[in-house]
């Protein structure tokens, strides 16, 4: 009799939640790749040569987390983090920091459309100057390895999906989809209760 019941309950509690539309989290296994950053040669050219870094990112999860330290704020300028490769670079972010010079940026990596950058660099914006442009002042920066073409890392961290991350939200369902869906779990729900009550009542009846 008490299996019933519960059966009968966590029928209707299933066909509720599917009625709200609710969908498990589900995360990718990606593992992170860790990068290095300093003042480097051939490719800083601006800021505080003793600054330095650790970039955290994954192609996988579409996300990237920045911790910078000996940055110190310097009037009419603000610090930004770049992936640089053989195309066009990509924008991370802004990274604010304190007055000791150290700051953290975490966030989603947006328009991606490929997996080719190597280099990450945290970049020096003038104020006044153009947006959506890679400054040309470069603090400190660090290379990584290309994940190539087999979805292998030779570095051991992060591995490139087989489709770009969608990092938007799902398209909503149109009005159409959403009566039908309802209709769908009413009825679903309705042919549960009315199971479990006859039921009940049989259980009932034979008790007595």
């Keep these: 009799m008490r299996r019933t019941i519960l059966g009968g309950i966590c029928a209707v509690l299933v066909a509720l939640a599917l009625a709200r539309g609710g969908q498990p989290n589900v995360h990718a296994n990606g593992v992170p790749q860790l990068v290095k950053l300093t003042y480097l040669d ?22 990237a987390r920045v911790d910078v330290k000996n940055l110190k704020p310097m009037d009419g ?77 030779p570095s051991g961290g992060d591995v490139r999906p087989a489709s770009l991350p969608d990092t938007g939200e799902k398209p909503p369902m149109s009005t159409s989809q959403r009566v039908g869906r309802t209709l769908t779990i009413t009825a679903a729900s309705g042919g549960l209760a009315f199971v479990f009550f006859r039921v009940f009542r049989r259980r009932r009846v034979t008790d007595d």
């Design 77 to 153: 300028y603000t610090f930004e983090g770049w992936l640089e490769g053989p195309g066009a670079p990509l924008y991370v972010g802004k990274i604010a920091v304190n007055a000791s010079g150290i700051g953290t940026l975490s966030t989603k990596l947006s328009g991606l459309s490929s997996y080719n950058f190597n280099v990450f660099v945290v970049a020096a914006r003038k104020t006044g100057s153009p947006d959506g442009q890679r400054p040309s002042e470069t603090s400190i920066a660090g290379r990584f390895t290309v994940i190539g073409d087999d979805g292998k890392s």
């Design 42 to 63: 051939g490719v800083s050219n601006f800021g505080p040569k003793d600054g330095e870094g650790v970039l955290e990112f994954s192609f996988a999860e579409a996300y």
